[in-house]
């Protein structure tokens, strides 16, 4: 059994800055990538940032530049560092891994609520 964990969410101001983590465990084997969704209201979930195994990166238009995404594969553990946030950022926050135990299966997290005040 594979759980995703998330960490870190928050209220903060517009033009502030927040961490969020997600931690992989379980019986694993293998990583290959993970990444970050959000879900705002009435809306569908998107990607946020996407990290391969050997560190490539992807990021949504909306936050490069702002966002950062990183792994650390000793922890199974995938961060997003968010500064200069704006309002429209407020999403619930979904971490996506592809993890193989037995077999490559598609992974999510809870979520964590993100919220930027005006």
């Known amino acids: 059994q594979v759980q995703l964990v998330e960490s870190g969410g928050g209220l903060v101001q517009a033009g502030g800055s927040l961490s969020i983590s997600c931690a992989a465990s379980?019986?694993?084997?293998?990583?290959?990538?993970m990444g970050w969704y959000r879900q705002a209201p009435g809306k569908q979930r998107v990607l946020v940032a996407h990290?391969?195994?050997?560190?490539?990166?992807n990021y949504a238009d909306a936050v490069k530049g702002r966002f950062t995404i990183s792994r650390d594969n000793a922890k199974n553990t995938v961060y997003l560092q968010m500064n200069s946030l704006k309002p429209e950022d407020t999403a619930v926050y979904y971490c996506?891994?592809?993890?193989?135990?037995?077999?490559?299966?598609?992974?999510w997290g809870q979520g964590t609520q993100v919220t930027v005040s005006s």
């Open positions: 990290i391969t195994s050997d560190g490539n990166t």
């Open positions: 996506n891994a592809r993890i193989y135990t037995t077999y490559w299966g598609n992974y």
């Open positions: 379980g019986s694993i084997f293998g990583i290959d990538y």
